[in-house]
């Protein structure tokens, strides 16, 4: 097994741990609603300490349900790994890229050989302006 394979590995297991755990050992079995929200905790903890506290703001939308709420949870979370997959492809791809143009120059080749508009294209033309029609 190489070693990006055991780190994915161990990586998986932990997260496993952190979902599994706190269900083996009844973390939250003495609470109502055990896996709330910190939202709902935070709004708990404020009306026991200030009964009469108001909100200075109320959101601009209340789902009609809770489950509702856990799905918008999910497509937002979803959206933004989906960001940050793309940032990181995007950076490795890039990365990647320059690393295979300096190999290329190091072993004498031309790193534009046999791409659109490289070294074999302009060969093949003389240098002159482009046409205009």
């Known amino acids: 097994m190489s070693r990006g394979a055991k780190i994915n590995t161990l990586l998986l297991l932990l997260v496993a741990a952190l979902a599994v755990l706190p269900?083996?050992?009844?973390?939250?079995?003495?609470?109502?609603?055990?896996?709330?929200?910190a939202d709902a905790e935070a709004e708990t903890a404020i009306t026991e300490i200030e009964p009469d506290y108001e909100p200075w703001f109320s959101p601009l939308y209340e789902p009609p349900s809770g489950e509702i709420e856990s799905a918008l949870f999910a497509l937002q979370a979803a959206l933004g790994a989906g960001v940050l997959a793309y940032y990181f492809g995007l950076r490795r791809g890039r990365r990647q890229g320059e690393l295979r143009v300096l190999a290329q120059r190091e072993d004498g080749r031309d790193p534009t050989a046999g791409a659109p508009g490289g070294a074999e294209e302009s060969a093949a033309r003389p240098n002159r302006p482009a046409e205009r029609t």
Request: charged share 25%; net charge negative; aromatic share 14%.
């Open 23 to 37: 269900l083996v050992f009844g973390m939250g079995d003495h609470k109502e609603e055990p896996f709330t929200g």
